[in-house]
Every structure is written in structure tokens, then in C-alpha cells.
């Protein structure tokens, strides 16, 4: 008897818990670091991804009704935009900074080029109410959903309450962009010994002019590092950007920069934080011919970087086997049909 009571004791208890704990559907390789993002605190299920997902393609979150996240972080460009260097917002005004790049976003404690938001919740925000990019209100973006009973339903099965907050909205972005993860690149393949990761002689003579000379700042697996550096750009005096320095005041933060990802940077282009190179030649030709001595230069750059034209086309090779097709052309990530059928 009491083995009974216990039995569907155990049971009541587990659809119990079943109703409210939800899968985590956030998965990465056993071979990567733990991610900065605590996901053990904050999983991603699969309705808090959908409801982002719906949110990061819906021109409904700005001003006019025009522009998305989206438009201006393409899926197949490594949701970064590609047509132009400075990003296009609403009413066409034109920002400040080349878009970076949305990838594997739960690794990197700052956000923005200049790392002026250090927390990923409440990364959305900038764009939302910039004045050049969506020009909304937080509380309009809430009161606008809330007329809708798709996103009322979309609200509900994300948190079990259709009720929509500006912190909903926010946490169903981090969702979406907690899932915008590459790892099936030709060279992830090649590290795993997998089908499709053999390397040419000359993508493994790349690599390793890779790790000589850039892998110190775009550190392997992520191709990036949490660090703000400068990489001898000439500084552009129309826009004067200084980066990092705009937000901590410091001089030893002049010109410098979030060290962005380098994965599919085949197609992330154009390249730097006001997207002044269209090709990956220009960018090679910028750290063997072009890198600006001053005082905040990078240790790292400070002596030349001497390549032959043989080692800078086996470089670029290698930097092509980061394209992660898998990625670029996910359903998942793309436009959600939902959007025009159920809305
Ligand atoms: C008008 C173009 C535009 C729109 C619209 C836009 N972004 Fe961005 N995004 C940018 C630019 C430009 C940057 C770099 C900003 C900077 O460094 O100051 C950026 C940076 C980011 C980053 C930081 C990536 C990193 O690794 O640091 C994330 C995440 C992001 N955007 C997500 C979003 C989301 C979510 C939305 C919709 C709510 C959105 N963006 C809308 C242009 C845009
Ligand atoms: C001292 C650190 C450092 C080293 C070493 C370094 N980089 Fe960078 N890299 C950066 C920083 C910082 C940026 C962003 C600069 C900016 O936009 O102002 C960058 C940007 C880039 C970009 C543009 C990325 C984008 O999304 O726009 C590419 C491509 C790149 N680096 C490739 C390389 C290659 C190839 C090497 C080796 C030859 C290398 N880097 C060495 C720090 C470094």
C-alpha cells in the first residue's frame, strides 16, 4: 500500500514538474568551453526560441512599422548585413557602425563593438529605441504586441501567462539569439576528424599561419576572445570613432575594438567595425601592409606580419573552411512562415 501511495506520488509529482520545468533545447560541442551565459539558470525551450525567433523578424518592433532585426542581420551573411558598410535603420538614416555579426552570442560577455552592453537580456534595447535604427519605446513594442493574439499565444506558451512585459519581450530575443550557434564548419569537421573535414595541404599550411598570427586575438574554437584590441586601423576622421574608449573614458582604450568572430567570415563582409574592407584580400593586405604604429597598437601587431602572396592565399583558403552552410541555411533560423499565416 504505502509503495502504491508512493508510486503515484512520484507520478503526480513528475507531470507536475513536467508542466513547468521545460526542455533545454541549447546544445553545443563537449569540446568547447562552458558558455559566459548561464544557461543552467536560463534554459532555452523550444517556445521561448519560437516566440524570439517571431520577434527578431517582425517589422511591428519599430517606430514605423518598417524595420526588423532582421533587416538588418541577414541569416545568410551570418545575420550581419552585407549591402552596405554603416547599418540603414528607419526612414533610411544610416548609424554609426558596420553590424556585427549574431553568432554564438552565450560566449561573449560584452555586446556591440565597443562592448557598451555587458549583458545580453538587455542587449535588444539598444537597438529597439536607437533613434537611427528602430526608434521604438520598449512600453509601445508591449503595448502593440499585446493587441495581438498570435503573441498573446506565442507569450502564453513561452511563460505559461499571456501577459506580455518589456522583460518578456527582451528574454524571447536572448532566446532566439542564444540559439544562433555554428560549430559544422569544414574546420570544426577537420578537429573532429569527421566526414568532410579533410584539409588540402593547403588549408592546413593556413591554419597554421593562422595560429601564428591571428589566433592570439581570434582565438580558436570561438575565433574570438572577450578582449577589446586595436589592430592598427587608420583612424577615419569623418566618423572618429574611438571605440571602447567612449565607454570606459580610459586613453589606453583608444581605438580599441570587441575582437569579432572570424566564423563564416566569407560572408560577413564588409569587414571592421565601420565596414571600410569589401574583400578578405584588403583585410590580409591591412595586417601585412596597412597596421598603423600609436600608442594603444596591440603588442601582438607591433612587428610586421611578413607573408608571401602564396602564405596569404593559403590563409584566406583556411579562412573559407569557416563556413558553416549548416548555419548560413538553418529553417530554423529563417523567416517563420507563422509570421503571415497565423498573425
Ligand atoms: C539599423 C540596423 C540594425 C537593426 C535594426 C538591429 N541591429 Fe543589431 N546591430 C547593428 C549594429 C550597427 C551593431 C553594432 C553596434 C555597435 O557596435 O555600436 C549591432 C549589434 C548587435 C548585437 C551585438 C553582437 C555582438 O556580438 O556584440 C546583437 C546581439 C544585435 N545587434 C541584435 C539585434 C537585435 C535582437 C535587434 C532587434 C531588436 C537588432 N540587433 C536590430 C545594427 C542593427
Ligand atoms: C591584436 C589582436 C588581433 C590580431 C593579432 C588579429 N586581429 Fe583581426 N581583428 C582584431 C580586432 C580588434 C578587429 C576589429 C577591429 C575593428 O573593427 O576596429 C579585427 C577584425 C578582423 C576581421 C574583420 C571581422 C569583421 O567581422 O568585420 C578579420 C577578417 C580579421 N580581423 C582577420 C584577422 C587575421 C586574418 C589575422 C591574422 C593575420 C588577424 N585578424 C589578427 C584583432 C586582431
Not at 22 to 27: D, G
Not at 36 to 54: C, H, M, S, W
Not at 257 to 269: A, M, Y
Request: charged share 25%; proline share 4%.
Amino acid at each position: 500500500m504505502k509503495k502504491a501511495v508512493c508510486f503515484i506520488g512520484g507520478i503526480l509529482l513528475l507531470s507536475f514538474i513536467g508542466l513547468k520545468v521545460k526542455k533545454n533545447i541549447f546544445t553545443y560541442p563537449e569540446y568547447w568551453p562552458k558558455p559566459v551565459y548561464d544557461i543552467i539558470k536560463n534554459p532555452v525551450t523550444e517556445e521561448g526560441f519560437q516566440l524570439g525567433r517571431a520577434l527578431f523578424y517582425d517589422p511591428i518592433l519599430s517606430k514605423d512599422n518598417t524595420i526588423s532585426c532582421a533587416s538588418c542581420h541577414l541569416q545568410a551573411s551570418g545575420f550581419t548585413h552585407i549591402d552596405h558598410d554603416l547599418s540603414h535603420g528607419i526612414e533610411g538614416k544610416i548609424g554609426t557602425r558596420n553590424s556585427l555579426a549574431i553568432m554564438n552570442s552565450a560566449w561573449s560577455d560584452s555586446f556591440m563593438w565597443d562592448g557598451g552592453i555587458n549583458h545580453l537580456e538587455v542587449q535588444a534595447l539598444a537597438p529597439l529605441t536607437s533613434d537611427v535604427e528602430m526608434a521604438e519605446t520598449l512600453e509601445n513594442v508591449v503595448r502593440k504586441l499585446d493587441t495581438i493574439p498570435f503573441y498573446k499565444k506565442m507569450f502564453y506558451k513561452a511563460f505559461q501567462d499571456s501577459t506580455i512585459t518589456g522583460q518578456r519581450v527582451l528574454l524571447g530575443f536572448t532566446q532566439f539569439t542564444l540559439m544562433l550557434n555554428t560549430y559544422n564548419s569544414k574546420y570544426d569537421k577537420y578537429i573532429r576528424k569527421e566526414v568532410g573535414g579533410e584539409f588540402t595541404a593547403q588549408e592546413k599550411n593556413g591554419l597554421k599561419l593562422f595560429r601564428n598570427n591571428c589566433a592570439s586575438c581570434h582565438t580558436e574554437p570561438l575565433f574570438a576572445t572577450n578582449k577589446f584590441k586595436n589592430n592598427g586601423l587608420a583612424v577615419d576622421t569623418t566618423l572618429n570613432d574611438y571605440g571602447r574608449m567612449k565607454i570606459t573614458q580610459n586613453p589606453k582604450d583608444s581605438l580599441r575594438f570587441k575582437v569579432p568572430t572570424l566564423r563564416n567570415i566569407q560572408f560577413t563582409k564588409p569587414y571592421m567595425h565601420d565596414g571600410r574592407f569589401e574583400t578578405l584580400q584588403e583585410v590580409i593586405t591591412h595586417y601585412t601592409n596597412g597596421i598603423q604604429q600609436s600608442e594603444t597598437l596591440s603588442e601582438e601587431l607591433k612587428d610586421p606580419i611578413l607573408f608571401t602572396h602564396r602564405e596569404k592565399v593559403d590563409l584566406l583558403v583556411f579562412l573559407r573552411t569557416l563556413t558553416d552552410k549548416e548555419f548560413l541555411f538553418d529553417k530554423r533560423f529563417s523567416f517563420p512562415k507563422a509570421l503571415i499565416t497565423q498573425k
